[in-house]
């Protein structure tokens, strides 16, 4: 196996609240400190990268960051893009103007709930085919659901599939009647109970704009899998040791060994550091203070020895826990310092 | 305000949602308030959402998966008496696409399942494990979205009852927070943002993870003295981090930090707290 920085993509992803984006970004600034040119993509309203960065906000566009050796940061805003990529793989001018501006498509788009992940996907790729960085770091969306994440172009692909399509097509009008005419007439008078004629109405006119769109983004999703499980890729776990956390973990990681994308690494995040010993005598309220570190410390290590257990061939990493957070560059470098030697 | 003076509020609600941004304990919140009020004698369940976060289900306590199919195949057979009809038509893959994708439905069904657990009374008091900030506001959002795409059928009067629910005296919502900068501040935008939603009755913001005060010594030996520096200027940092709260004018329900990272051990110190035995 290669050390893992040498990977040009790694997907920095956890369960929530781990440190996710910090430890995305203290990865970047390591990396283009070593001479790589290394871009961040994050889909987060992430402010806390943007701080730590030293940027006033991220903005769409590529970022330059202001430091020794080429980072760039770069940020979506998950919606607009979205759209770009409507724009893109729609047949005509016309059929993207009408998709966006249909009254289903800004909720339809956000109750698929796939619209970050597929931004990231879409952003990764395409940052990958311009081949102008050596390196990319993507700080994945807070998912649930590691599979959420890669699954998403094949969720849309399979939305905008010609087979809900079909349900909703024919020469009759409106269209969805049409149903009526292949002996489904109790079907489709309990669809009109539930949902209402005036929805199933717009809803097949929306699948119609979206007519010839699945196969766009069946094509992404077939080469978002085959760059995530080529040898450039690999996921890099961010986790907390924990109970939860490390459940959370090795749930991901079959996720991952079903999708056969390779775990390059686990961060255990946040460890304290060995507290001094109890020297005797010692006042009541330092002692209690002292007890309770002890008691946190080994509970931590007692589940990093648990996550190394669970996953023994995966090298795991831990990480000193900051009081004040990271927030500036040399913080974060000092992390990435700890990450790749 | 008191962890037992709030588990006391609690009596007066039969329907509580916690929820805040990712990994700041809500579930933890959740069921240590579930676990407290059953030991009040109350009977309790907690409901969340398929792939929530894995917490163990302490003994004693009824667990509620939220998921969109179910809750969408229960509410319908509710209305329309004929299972065989149903199956006909929502048990086929294109339908289910359809179910999962039509805008503000999953939520809207899930609403609905929660509407009836609430309106029949099954529990004295429900917990409601909300998914993080982002899908909450989508959550509370979906009924004034759905409004507008279903004006008709079946789901649209499901929608009406919701609103009267969400407005209901007996229905609290809690937010979660930490320590912390940055979720302070997500947690005054999470409040806003909801607010503009529904006239909900906000009940108290939970601050989890505070570190203890252990009223150390000034004088400390030199071997110990930059660990308990180190400590009591976090501590401190952690308190000045919660000022901008005070502006919300919410009641403060304070968790400290646990000497341990087991769930359940956590879990059961937290529960003492509010209903001490």
Redesign the interface.
């Known amino acids: 196996m290669r050390p893992w920085s040498d990977k040009r993509v790694l997907l920095v992803g956890g369960?929530?609240?781990?440190g996710k984006t910090t430890l995305a970004a203290a990865l970047g600034v390591r990396l283009a400190s070593q001479g790589y040119k290394t871009v961040v993509l994050t889909v987060d309203p992430a402010?806390?990268l943007a701080q730590a960065l030293g940027l006033k906000g991220l903005h769409n566009d590529l970022q330059r960051v202001p430091m020794e050796g080429e980072l760039h940061a770069s940020m979506l805003d998950s919606q607009r893009y979205f759209d770009q990529v409507i724009e893109r793989f729609a047949k005509s001018r016309e059929q993207a103007e009408r998709v966006i501006a249909h009254?289903?498509y800004r909720?339809?788009t956000?109750?698929?709930?796939g619209t970050h992940e597929y931004a990231a996907m879409e952003r990764l790729l395409e940052f990958t085919e311009r081949a102008e960085f050596d390196r990319i770091v993507v700080d994945t969306p807070?998912t649930?659901?590691a599979v959420d994440l890669f699954s998403a172009p094949k969720r849309m692909a399979?939305?905008m599939?010609a087979?809900?399509l079909d349900?909703f097509r024919g020469d009759t009008k409106p269209r969805y009647l049409q149903w009526f005419q292949h002996g489904?007439k109790?079907?489709m008078k309990?669809?009109?109970?539930?949902?209402?004629?005036?929805?199933l109405t717009?809803?097949g006119s929306f699948m119609e704009d979206l007519h010839g769109m699945h196969e766009g983004f069946r094509k992404r999703n077939l080469q978002v899998m085959d760059l995530l499980r080529g040898p450039d890729s690999a996921f890099v776990l961010v986790t907390y040791?924990?109970?939860?956390r490390v459940?959370?973990s090795e749930?991901l990681w079959t996720t991952l060994q079903e999708e056969r994308i390779e775990l390059a690494a686990v961060l255990a995040n946040r460890v304290e550091p060995t507290?001094?010993p109890?020297?005797t005598p010692?006042?009541?309220?330092?002692q209690?203070?002292?007890?309770?570190?002890h008691?946190?410390h080994g509970?931590?290590q007692?589940?990093v020895r648990a996550l190394r257990g669970k996953m023994p061939n995966v090298p795991i990493q831990t990480i000193l826990r900051r009081?004040?957070?990271p927030n500036d560059i040399e913080s974060l470098s000092s992390i990435g310092g700890e990450l790749i030697q | 305000m008191s962890n037992t003076e709030y588990i006391s509020d609690c009596d007066r609600r039969r329907l509580l949602f916690v929820t805040g941004?990712?990994?700041?304990g809500k579930?933890s919140v959740a069921w240590a308030t579930a676990l407290a009020a059953q030991r009040r004698g109350k009977k309790v369940a907690v409901a969340a959402w398929k792939?929530?976060?894995?917490?163990p289900p302490p003994p004693g306590i009824d667990f509620i998966e939220l998921e969109t199919l179910a809750c969408f195949r229960e509410y319908?057979l509710s209305?329309?008496k004929?299972e065989k009809?149903?199956n006909?038509?929502f048990d086929n893959p294109?339908l289910r696409?359809?179910v999962?994708?039509?805008?503000?439905?999953?939520?809207t069904v899930i609403a609905g399942k929660i509407w009836d657990l609430w309106h029949k009374q099954t529990y004295d008091l429900l917990v409601v494990d909300m998914?993080?900030s982002g899908?909450a506001i989508?959550f509370f959002q979906?009924p004034h979205?759905v409004n507008?795409?279903?004006?008709?059928?079946?789901?649209?009067r499901n929608l009406v009852r919701i609103f009267e629910m969400l407005k209901d005296p007996s229905v609290r919502l809690d937010l979660v927070t930490l320590p912390?900068e940055?979720p302070v501040q997500e947690t005054l935008e999470l409040k806003a943002q909801l607010e503009k939603l529904h006239p909900l009755h906000f009940g108290f913001i939970h601050v989890n993870r505070l570190l203890?005060d252990?009223?150390?010594?000034q004088?400390?030996?030199p071997?110990?003295r930059p660990?308990?520096e180190?400590?009591e200027?976090?501590r401190r940092?952690q308190a000045s981090s919660l000022t901008p709260l005070n502006r919300l004018g919410m009641a403060t329900v304070k968790h400290p930090?646990f000497?341990?990272?087991?769930?359940?051990t956590a879990l059961e110190q937290m529960t003492q707290r509010m209903a001490p035995q």
């Not at chain 2, 792939?51 to 917490?55: A, D, K, L, P, R």
């Open positions: 369960p929530g609240g781990v402010r806390r009254p289903l909720a339809a956000s109750s698929m709930g807070p649930q659901n399979d939305f599939n087979s809900v349900w489904t109790m079907a309990l669809m009109e109970k539930v949902f209402g004629s005036d929805f717009n809803f040791p924990s109970e939860v459940r959370e749930t507290p001094p109890i020297p010692c006042p009541p309220g330092a209690r203070l002292l007890e309770f570190s008691g946190v509970a931590q007692e589940w009081p004040h957070g | 941004k990712g990994g700041v579930s792939n929530g976060q894995g917490f319908v209305v329309v004929f009809l149903f006909v038509v294109v696409t359809f999962v994708a039509a805008p503000g439905l999953s939520d998914p993080a899908h989508q979906s979205g507008k795409v279903f004006s008709v059928g079946v789901i649209h912390e940055l203890p252990f009223q150390v010594e004088e400390v030996s071997a110990i660990w308990c180190r400590y200027s976090e940092g930090r000497a341990t990272e087991s769930a359940t």
